[in-house]
């Protein structure tokens, strides 16, 4: 019979940061030691759960010292499920966790020695924001996935879905329990923004605060907007009566079509890969009133994309990105030639590890 493994090791230790993602970061050991569901300034008893070299992971076993910013989490989910991060935080410290991770990403992989934040934009609901949220259905149960794990929870209710996309995910589960166990498995989209095959904003009130904040960073002098990587308009269309000509680029064939039947008169839209198409549509308007919006997937903008724009050097660019880590990437190589301006995080998700930032550029 094999020895059994010797039990994993329990460690207590103060917390001193939250990394992206969400997690606690602490040191025991020698060790940084990331652990979910803690605030800076607590001290914790922790189960090693994964150790490598220079790091290890742990599960929570007990709050040993609790910060003030610790609140009870209203969702009965809460630490199994894998969507939200920071529930039992009071919400003025998650802008505040989250402002200071755009910051030190920004500074430690973009190498930048100055970043010039302005103040987090909150969202004006902290709960029954969303207003699209993924399930899954397997085995008779509808929800999302175990925190780390690839397994469902059964979910009745979301609390930072709207109330129309929980109805309508009461009614998914009324509808697949009434089919039978095992019927229509995979993946369902819940929307109360109809059955759009493009991206949308995911929080309303957000998405117009950030619309706002784009205006206000465009220079009076710009006539030209070029919105690359432009979905369905969001900022094209929101944008345009300010400028003499806008220019949208997007691939999704389905969202050109829509942003142009509705386009006016100031508005054209390209189809295309903008890593392809960005090129010639900034070699054919004039660089010192053009303005550019880059709101790349969480990929980040191809290298290709930033040749294009350090070629012909549009007067200004805000970057719209919704992951700080290739932000930073692009942000290294932009600001060889452009200065840093401001850099404003935005909370699209709260209660999530999520964060929006839109960082403004100029020649």
């Known amino acids: ?66 910060s003030a910013d610790r609140v009870q989490p209203p969702c009965p989910y809460f630490g199994a499920c894998g969507g939200c991060a920071y529930q039992h935080i009071q919400y003025a410290r998650q802008l505040e966790i989250k402002s ?86 995979g993946d369902y989209i819940l929307s109360s923004q109809g059955k759009g095959e493009y991206f949308v904003q995911t929080n309303d009130a957000v998405a117009v605060a950030l619309l706002d904040l784009v205006g206000s960073l465009v220079p009076p002098s710009a006539k030209t907007l070029v919105d690359a990587y432009s979905g369905a308009g969001f900022f094209a269309r929101g944008l345009a009566s300010g400028f003499t000509h806008v220019i949208g680029i997007e691939e999704n064939e389905r969202a050109v079509g829509y942003a142009r039947r509705i386009a006016g008169p100031n508005e054209s839209y390209v ?44 007067a200004d660019i805000i970057y719209v990105s919704c992951n700080p880590s290739t932000l930073a990437r692009d942000l290294e190589v932009l600001c060889r030639t452009y200065k840093l301006q401001s850099v404003t995080p935005l909370d699209m998700f709260p209660q999530t590890a999520e964060i929006e930032v839109a960082a403004h550029l100029s020649l």
């Open 1 to 66: 019979m094999p020895p059994s493994s010797p039990p994993a090791p329990i460690l207590q230790f103060p917390i001193h940061d939250i990394a992206f993602g969400g997690k606690g970061v602490g040191r025991a050991e020698g060790l940084a030691i990331f652990v979910p569901f803690v605030i800076p300034g607590e001290q914790v008893t922790a189960r090693l759960t994964k150790k490598k070299k220079k790091f290890a992971e742990a599960s929570l076993i007990s709050i040993d010292q609790p």
């Open 100 to 185: 200071t991770q755009v910051e030190q990403t920004l500074r430690r992989l973009g190498r930048l020695a100055h970043v010039p934040m302005r103040p987090a934009i909150a969202s004006p609901r902290e709960y029954g924001y969303r207003n699209r949220i993924r399930v899954h259905a397997e085995d008779g149960l509808v929800g999302f996935y175990r925190l780390d794990q690839h397994e469902i929870i059964d979910i009745a209710e979301c609390p930072i879905a709207a109330p129309a996309v929980n109805q309508q995910l009461t009614a998914l589960r009324r509808d697949l329990k009434r089919e039978g166990e095992g019927a229509s498995e």
């Open 271 to 314: 189809a295309g890969d903008v890593s392809i198409r960005l090129g010639e549509v900034l070699g054919s308007v004039s660089g010192p009133d053009t303005c550019l919006i880059l709101d790349p997937p969480a990929a980040g903008a191809a290298s290709r994309v930033l040749e294009y724009i350090l070629g012909a050097t549009p």
